[in-house]
């Protein structure tokens, strides 16, 4: 039983080692790997400098894309700005000579209103003297009117 199990193991190291063999023979040598190991890392080092140039172009085609973005936005605002300019003037040629006719009698108009404030004062207190002369005339001597009126 041992020599059996002896055998079996030998049997499959052997079919392990027959594999390594295969594959040994695929298997590059030292030199060769050494060779490609090092134009490896030159590729991977002349990869570096591109892959950040890469990033840099990534970055500038966003800032392009922005840039573009708000060139559109200020072409908005600008049209927006001289639609509002053009309204402007026909307000102001359709309505300025009135609004600047409004504004000079702005003045005269609250000259009238004190006028008319100080007409409106001035009737109040004649009305209210006459009232007081009427009465001492019809109640001469009374104490409670006040003399003078």
């Known amino acids: 039983m041992a020599?059996?199990?002896?055998?079996?193991?030998?049997?499959?190291?052997?079919?392990?080692?027959?594999?390594?063999?295969?594959?040994?023979?695929?298997?590059?040598?030292?030199e060769q790997v050494i060779d490609l190991t090092e134009e490896l890392q030159?590729?991977?080092?002349n990869c570096?400098?591109?892959?950040?140039?890469l990033k840099d172009l990534e970055r500038n085609l966003q800032l392009k894309k922005t840039i573009e973005?708000?060139?559109?936005?200020?072409?908005?605002?600008?049209?927006?700005?001289?639609?509002?300019?053009?309204?402007l003037k026909e307000f102001v040629d359709a309505n300025g000579l009135k609004i600047q006719q409004h504004e000079k009698l702005r003045d005269y108009a609250e000259e009238l209103r004190n006028w008319?404030?100080?007409?409106?004062?001035?009737?109040?207190?004649?009305?209210?003297?006459?009232?007081?002369?009427q009465a001492r005339r019809k109640h001469p001597g009374d104490p409670k009117l006040p003399e003078g009126c």
């Open 3 to 30: 020599f059996e199990k002896f055998k079996r193991v030998n049997v499959e190291i052997q079919k392990q080692q027959d594999t390594i063999e295969v594959i040994r023979k695929d298997l590059l040598e030292e």
């Open 42 to 45: 030159q590729k991977e080092n």
């Open 48 to 53: 570096k400098p591109l892959e950040e140039e």
């Open 69 to 87: 973005e708000q060139l559109k936005e200020i072409d908005n605002l600008s049209a927006e700005r001289e639609s509002a300019e053009l309204s």
């Open 116 to 133: 008319s404030t100080y007409e409106r004062m001035c009737r109040s207190r004649y009305r209210l003297r006459r009232k007081k002369k």
